[in-house]
């Protein structure tokens, strides 16, 4: 059950995504399923210079965007829960509609009918009426919502340790134990 989904969307913030998946890579016992949008392969090459394979590399599992017959897109799959990070505009919007038209949505519908964590890393600014809606919308189906914009009383001298203040919310909010980030009073 420690089967951790990941979805990467066309939103900038790409590092947040590979943070994430290099702490789950080091917990014990955690598999990751990575789904990429079409959109976050663009954003990819622009924010890390690379092909999508050094993102993959860092998944046990990686799946087609356009196969919504992966285990994944089922209820039936155990999973402890999916994080969509970053969460573009579009993204969001169609998770809070219930729009599945891709695997990534799909498994995010699936995660919020069998009432599983989904959290939705939005990464926009600023934020116009439709997304805040979508937010909205989203939260009331079961989602939550943590923007990527990280704390400073941690103290934080490198990009990492941004990121990191991130990772750790995201394991704080599926129940993974792994020391990332620094707690409050704890820098
Ligand atoms: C370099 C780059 C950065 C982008 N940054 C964002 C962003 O921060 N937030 C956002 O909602 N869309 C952003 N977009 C636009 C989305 O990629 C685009 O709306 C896409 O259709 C989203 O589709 P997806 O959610 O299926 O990935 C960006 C696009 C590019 C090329």
């Not at 590092?15 to 954003?43: M, N, S, W």
């Not at 990686?62 to 209820?75: E, F, L, Q, T």
């Amino acid at each position: 059950m420690n089967r951790v989904v990941v979805g990467i969307s066309g939103a900038s913030g790409v590092p947040y995504a590979a943070d994430l998946l290099e702490t789950l890579r080091r917990i014990e016992g955690v598999e990751t399923h990575l789904v990429l949008t079409q959109g976050a392969k663009r954003v990819i090459a622009e924010e890390l210079g690379a092909s999508p394979k050094q993102l993959t590399a860092l998944a046990d599992v990686v799946h087609d965007d356009r196969d919504v017959g992966a285990p994944i897109a089922s209820g039936s799959f155990p999973t402890r829960g999916m994080v969509v990070i970053p969460c573009s505009a579009t993204t969001l919007a169609k998770v809070a509609h219930g729009l599945a038209d891709n695997l990534l949505t799909r498994a995010a519908y699936v995660h919020l009918k069998e009432r599983r964590p989904l959290i939705l890393v939005p990464r926009e600014a600023p934020l116009p009426l439709p997304s805040l809606r979508a937010m909205v919308q989203a939260a009331e189906a079961g989602a939550v919502i943590l923007p990527a914009s990280p704390g400073f009383y941690h103290k934080p001298q490198t990009i990492p340790d941004l990121l990191g203040f991130i990772t750790q919310r995201v394991l704080d909010l599926l129940g993974l134990e792994y020391p990332r980030s620094p707690r409050w009073k704890e820098a």
